[in-house]
C-alpha cells in the first residue's frame, strides 16, 4: 500500500505535506519542551527567593542575603543560557537533518521519475524498429518489388538494426559502468581514421542530414576504440535527432601539441545555458515541446561524458552560429 502511495501521480505532493508535517510539529515540540523548562526554571528561582526573604527576616545578615541573592539569579541567568543553548543547537540539528533528508527524497523521487520514463522510452525505442523491420520484411515477402525498392527497404532495415544495437550497447555499457565492470582496453588510436569511419557509417544511415567533416590526417590518442566509437557516434546521433531535416551536421577535428578538440555542429533550437550541465545526468532530456518529441532514452549524453572522463578528457556544449549546438570533446593528444 505504501508503496503504490510513493509511486502515484501526486506521491511528491502528499510526502511533502506529510514530512513538513513531522518537521514542524518536532520544531513545535523542541519549542515547547524550552518554554516549559524556562516556566519551571522561574519557579524555582521564585522559591529560592522567597525562602531566602524568609531567613533574612529571621535574623540573617544583610550582606549574607545579597551574597545568596546574587548566587541565585546567576544560577538562573545560567540555566536560561542552557536552555537557549541546547534548545537552539537542537533546533539546528533538525533543521539541518530536516533539509538533508528532504534534498535526498526529491532526489530519489526525481531519480525514480527520470527511471520510470527511461522505461517508457526504452520500451518505445525497442518497438518501433522491431515494428518498422517486421513490415519491411513482410513486404519483402509478400510483394514482388523492383531493385531500386528492395535495396531501399534493405538499408532501412540495416539502419534501425543498427539504431537497435546501439541501444543495446547504451544499456549495457550504463549497467558495467555503474557496477565498474568494465575496464578500458587502451591502446594508440589513429583517431582521424575512426572519425573518418563514423562520418562514413553515419551519412549511409542518416540520410536525411548532410554529414560534413574538416578531419585532418594522423592525429593519434591512446583509449579504448569501442568505447570511443561509442561516444562520438552518441554525439552524431544526438545531432540527427534534434536538428532539421536536411541540415547539416558538421564533423571536425583540431590538433595541438598536447589535446585533441572534436566536434560536432547541428542547426538545431540549440540548448538553453540553464540545460548545458544537466543535459549531461542520467536519464535526463531537455523537457521543452520539439526536444520531447524526439526519440530517445536520456542515457546516450551521459555516457559519452563517462567515456570521454574515463580517457582523461572532458566535454562542453557551445552555441553554434546562426543557431544549434557544438559538443567538443577535448582528449590528450600523443604525438604520432
Excluded at 158 to 163: F, G, K, N, P
Excluded at 174 to 186: E, G, I, M, P, T
Excluded at 251 to 280: M, N
Amino acid at each position: 500500500m505504501l508503496k503504490r502511495i510513493l509511486s502515484g501521480p501526486d506521491n511528491t505532493k502528499i510526502i511533502t505535506f506529510f514530512y513538513f508535517s513531522l518537521v514542524i510539529y518536532a520544531i513545535a515540540a523542541l519549542v515547547w519542551w524550552g518554554l516549559l523548562l524556562y516556566q519551571q526554571n522561574n519557579q524555582i528561582m521564585q522559591l529560592q527567593q522567597q525562602m531566602l526573604e524568609l531567613k533574612q527576616k529571621n535574623a540573617m545578615p544583610f550582606s549574607t542575603y545579597l551574597q545568596e541573592e546574587s548566587l541565585i539569579a546567576k544560577e538562573k541567568r545560567l540555566h536560561n543560557f542552557q536552555y537557549i543553548g541546547e534548545g537552539g543547537t537542537f533546533l539546528v540539528i533538525i533543521l539541518l537533518g530536516a533539509g538533508f533528508v528532504f534534498h535526498a527524497m526529491r532526489r530519489q523521487i526525481r531519480f525514480g521519475r527520470q527511471q520510470q520514463n527511461f522505461t517508457a522510452a526504452v520500451t518505445h525505442e525497442l518497438k518501433s524498429p522491431i515494428a518498422i523491420i517486421q513490415l519491411n520484411l513482410e513486404t519483402l515477402q509478400k510483394h514482388t518489388l523492383d531493385e531500386e525498392q528492395r535495396k531501399k527497404l534493405y538499408e532501412n532495415n540495416l539502419s534501425e538494426i543498427s539504431r537497435l544495437n546501439q541501444l543495446c550497447n547504451n544499456i549495457l555499457l550504463a549497467s558495467q559502468l555503474d557496477n565498474r565492470q568494465y575496464h578500458l582496453v587502451k591502446e594508440k588510436i589513429n583517431l582521424s581514421e575512426l572519425l573518418k569511419e563514423m562520418v562514413k557509417e553515419s551519412s549511409a544511415r542518416m540520410h536525411q542530414h548532410i554529414i560534413k567533416s574538416d578531419i585532418p590526417d594522423e592525429v593519434m590518442v591512446t583509449g579504448d576504440k569501442f568505447m570511443l566509437q561509442i561516444a562520438v557516434n552518441n554525439l552524431l546521433m544526438n545531432a540527427a535527432k534534434y536538428a532539421p531535416k536536411q541540415s547539416t551536421i558538421h564533423a571536425g577535428l583540431l590538433s595541438s601539441a598536447h589535446v585533441a578538440k572534436i566536434r560536432i555542429a547541428d542547426e538545431g533550437e540549440g540548448i538553453p545555458a540553464g540545460e548545458k550541465e544537466r543535459i549531461f545526468s542520467r536519464f535526463y532530456r531537455i523537457g521543452n515541446e520539439n526536444t520531447r518529441k524526439a526519440k530517445g532514452t536520456g542515457l546516450g549524453l551521459f555516457l559519452t561524458k563517462k567515456i570521454i572522463e574515463q580517457h582523461g578528457g572532458s566535454i562542453a556544449v557551445l552555441d553554434n552560429t546562426p543557431k544549434g549546438s557544438i559538443f567538443e570533446i577535448t582528449l590528450p593528444c600523443i604525438q604520432g
